[in-house]
């Protein structure tokens, strides 16, 4: 099988096993420049959406409802993987060999596995909004996990502090410090390659190696007064969790974790809940969001 590599300078070569290779399906939201760059690493590639003059063909955002038309291509052409950008490229999802969307959560928890594996041990930073797989993955690699406050310079800042070299935000931004301290599609694109050929293991299998949790995202408009006032609610009534005020509140518990952060860029408090099952999530979620509304109305 055709196995991508990165030597220590940051440089992307190409070591060819055999003459397999890995079918990739890719959509690029209208860049033409990400197809070259499969074809040098070896893989066999199909992309759709490279016109860069055409409008967009979806909401560029690389989340599972916006993926039908690679989910159908990765199936209709039996691709081993399916890609998708945002439109400046930090971010990238992925699509397993049967068309389901792995969440781009998992984007950055199988980059992360595959570099403790192969890579190095390294700490690792992530956002405060990031799944707590990452934590797991972290956990079984024997290192440390750091969290930074939302935002791509948070991250970076952290990671040169703690010397990482390996994070990210779990939008589907991976950070290699090998590489440089951006969000970088195209290196998770290559992380992943590699993990699939070394591991010889299909996409699908590789994501439910990892612990499943269940996310759900919202945003309800606020003042910047009654923000204040709503995290300060928050923090107060659950003294029982763990609480983390880097940035809004988190609130982590066995099963499940609650974050509210204000908006940077708009008057909105952003609601975050991740948990071990989809029902529990949307309890939790839904029980949160009442109180947000119930407050605001105050």
């Not at 992360?112 to 799944?131: A, D, H, Q």
């Not at 290192?143 to 703690?162: C, D, H, Y």
């Not at 099963?255 to 529990?280: C, F, G, M």
């Amino acid at each position: 099988m055709s196995e991508c590599a990165r030597n220590n300078t940051g440089t992307l070569t190409v070591e060819n096993d055999t003459n397999d290779s890995i079918r990739v399906r890719i959509d690029g939201v209208n860049s033409p420049y990400v197809e070259d760059f499969l074809k040098a690493l070896g893989c066999e590639v199909i992309a759709i959406n490279t016109d860069i003059n055409s409008p967009f063909p979806h909401s560029p955002e690389p989340l599972p409802e916006n993926l039908a038309q690679l989910s159908k291509a990765v199936k209709e052409y039996g691709a081993d993987i399916g890609f998708a950008q945002d439109a400046d490229a930090d971010r990238l999802a992925a699509v397993d060999e049967t068309g389901a969307p792995i969440g781009e959560e998992y984007t950055l928890a199988l980059a992360v596995k595959y570099y403790m594996e192969n890579k190095g041990k390294s700490p690792v930073v992530v956002n405060l909004s990031t799944s707590r797989a990452v934590e797991d993955v972290a956990k079984e690699a024997g290192v440390p996990l750091f969290r930074a406050k939302v935002g791509e310079i948070n991250v970076v800042e952290e990671m040169i502090k703690r010397k990482a070299k390996i994070g990210g935000e779990g939008n589907g931004g991976v950070i290699s410090a090998d590489v440089h301290l951006c969000r970088d599609s195209f290196t998770g694109m290559v992380l992943l390659l590699e993990l699939i050929s070394k591991s010889g293991k299909k996409l699908s299998e590789l994501a439910s190696e990892i612990p499943r949790y269940f996310m759900i995202k919202d945003k309800i408009e606020v003042s910047l007064k009654e923000s204040i006032r709503i995290v300060e609610h928050f923090k107060e009534v659950h003294r029982d969790g763990r609480i983390n005020l880097m940035d809004g509140v988190r609130i982590d518990y066995r099963d499940y974790w609650i974050h509210i952060r204000p908006s940077n860029t708009e008057p909105v408090l952003r609601l975050i809940v991740e948990a071990k099952t989809q029902d529990l999530a949307r309890e939790i979620f839904e029980k949160t969001r009442q109180q947000i509304l119930a407050l605001k109305e105050e």
